[in-house]
């Protein structure tokens, strides 16, 4: 299944690395996530909690950062395992300047196996368009500043 899209983020590109490569960062993004921690050689074990359909499951897994040249781009490859099935994959993310803010693009390709695999293409393929789009929801809240509190309306208990 080929993955790809681009999303903003209103941060400079260099913040939005250091966001991407820090693991308590990334896990409070990452829907479903239950743990990311490193690794002694680079990559990182994580836990994520995953849905598609009526099929539900924990997968285990790990995630290695190759071929990085900061703050522009690296290949993440990603393998993970659960008792409903398995997901490996492998994609290309480039983080680009546009005015003030940084484009996050990413291109590349999964497969899911097993159980898991048994709910279709189209089913997978709109759940990990779903949790990416959460995932980038949830990283450009990070760099957003809190909506001013509104006053209150006359009349309106405070």
């Known amino acids: 299944m080929k993955i790809e899209g681009s999303y903003p983020i209103p941060a400079p590109r260099d913040a939005v ?8 960062s990334l ?3 990452l829907p479903g996530c239950e743990k ?19 099929i539900k499951g924990t997968y285990a897994g790990r995630l290695q950062i190759l071929d990085a040249v900061p ?12 008792k409903k099935g398995f997901i490996k994959g492998e994609a290309l993310v480039t983080l680009a300047d546009n005015a003030g803010a940084t484009i996050v693009t990413y291109s590349g390709e999964a497969q899911v196996g097993g159980l898991m695999a048994s709910v279709g293409q189209r089913l997978i393929q709109g759940a990990v368009k779903q949790n990416l789009k959460q995932f980038f929801d949830s990283l450009a809240k990070q760099f957003t500043p809190e909506s001013p509190p509104r006053p209150s309306e006359p009349g309106s208990p405070s």
Do not use: C, H
């Open 27 to 29: 896990a409070r993004t």
């Open 71 to 82: 703050p522009e781009r690296y290949r993440l490859k990603m393998e993970g395992q659960g």
């Open 17 to 24: 690395w250091q966001w991407l490569f820090n693991p308590d």
């Open 36 to 54: 990311l921690e490193p690794n002694g050689d680079g990559s990182f074990r994580g836990s994520l909690k995953v849905g598609i359909a009526a």
